[in-house]
């Protein structure tokens, strides 16, 4: 059995199966609802329900609380419709749906940027065109069934020139997928991945200046919207905030002189929250959102994108509404580890 589900304000329908979450449907039939995890953990996909019943599948309060589940928002990622419905969800838009697809991938090289981060390049199949848009994310498919999801650092004019994916992996102690990375994984291994995935991407629409917020590898996904503002000509102003505990975690500190350098449009503020004598630090220090606020007070006429460690984007999520900022201005990517999504759900 299928039931309708229409999306305002755009008058958008799909159709979901009674067992299929909402945001798998829509994604399967082309339809770019906003999402970031999948698994009830980021709440991204949040959105108020107008009309119908839905019933939801494990998630964390974090992403949804009580309270607004009580006001009538759910969550798409985990929710399944039981009548038709009417969802409001504000970001939907035709260009964002790229197909998602299924295909091989060959390791084309494995380089360390820090002493936990993995630069990975894919070799995509030769056969193929991989559609996507700089920011988005592709998924691992283990053999055991389970996913593991990576943003894209390259922008897609780059597969122009030298096709294939670029990924920072950061290291997890005990984490089944990046103890492989960092041990036995070898040049010319072949794995499988699924995408693109995610809403988190430039609108280009817009001629608002830019906060740019990145925490640890939430860079990567920055690193390529950076990559593609310059191929398009975008100008609009754009400062990068991006964020570590030591000067080391900024694994990529020189490429983004360079490209400051290239762009007049763009800044650059380092943030370090830990730093050590031996490091001889004399940049910002704090939490980097907190910093962003110390430059701009007022985030009224701004929009911002975020990604990174889940405490860093709702810290600013919730600190940057204070200052100013439209809600539908604030686009974020949480990056939600596998402890994270197990932790208590309701």
């Not at 730093?275 to 110390?294: I, N, P, S, Y």
């Amino acid at each position: 059995m299928s039931f309708n589900v229409s999306v305002q304000p755009s008058g958008r329908v799909f159709t979901a199966e009674a067992d299929e979450a909402l945001l798998a449907a829509a994604i399967r039939q082309g339809i770019g609802l906003p999402y970031g995890c999948k698994d009830g953990a980021c709440g991204s996909c949040k959105c108020k329900k107008l009309e119908g019943t839905v019933t939801h599948g494990p998630h964390q309060l974090k992403a949804l609380s009580l309270e607004e589940a009580a006001s009538g928002f759910i969550l798409t990622c985990c929710a399944t419709a039981h009548s038709d419905i009417v969802i409001e969800s504000r970001h939907v838009t035709d260009e964002s749906a790229f197909p998602v697809k299924k295909m091989p991938v060959r390791i084309n090289s494995l380089a360390k940027a820090s002493h936990d981060v993995m630069v990975v390049r894919l070799q995509l199949p030769a056969s193929d065109v991989f559609k996507y848009h700089a920011g988005q994310y592709v998924e691992f498919l283990l053999r055991d069934g389970d996913r593991r999801a990576y943003s894209v650092g390259n922008a897609p004019h780059t597969q122009a020139e030298n096709p294939g994916l670029e990924l920072h992996i950061r290291y997890m102690p005990g984490g089944k997928f990046t103890e492989h990375v960092f041990g036995p994984m070898k040049e010319k291994e072949i794995l499988r991945i699924e995408g693109p995935f995610g809403s988190f991407y430039l609108r280009e629409d817009s001629t608002k200046p830019m906060v740019l917020l990145a925490s640890g590898t939430g860079f990567a996904p920055i690193k390529a919207i950076i990559e593609h503002m310059q191929f398009k000509g975008i100008t609009r102003p754009a400062v990068l905030y991006w964020g570590g505990r030591r000067p080391v975690d900024l694994y990529m500190n020189d490429w983004v002189l360079g490209k400051v350098a290239e762009m007049p449009n763009l800044r650059y503020v380092p943030v370090v929250s830990d730093a050590l004598a031996e490091d001889a630090w004399t940049g910002r220090t704090g939490f980097v959102h907190k910093a962003v606020l110390e430059d701009f007070p007022d985030l009224s006429g701004h929009q911002v994108y975020a990604c990174g460690a889940p405490i860093v984007v709702d810290s600013a999520q919730a600190d940057y509404a204070a200052a100013g900022l439209p809600a539908d201005e604030f686009y974020a990517d949480s990056f939600v580890t596998e402890k994270e999504k197990a932790q208590a759900v309701v």
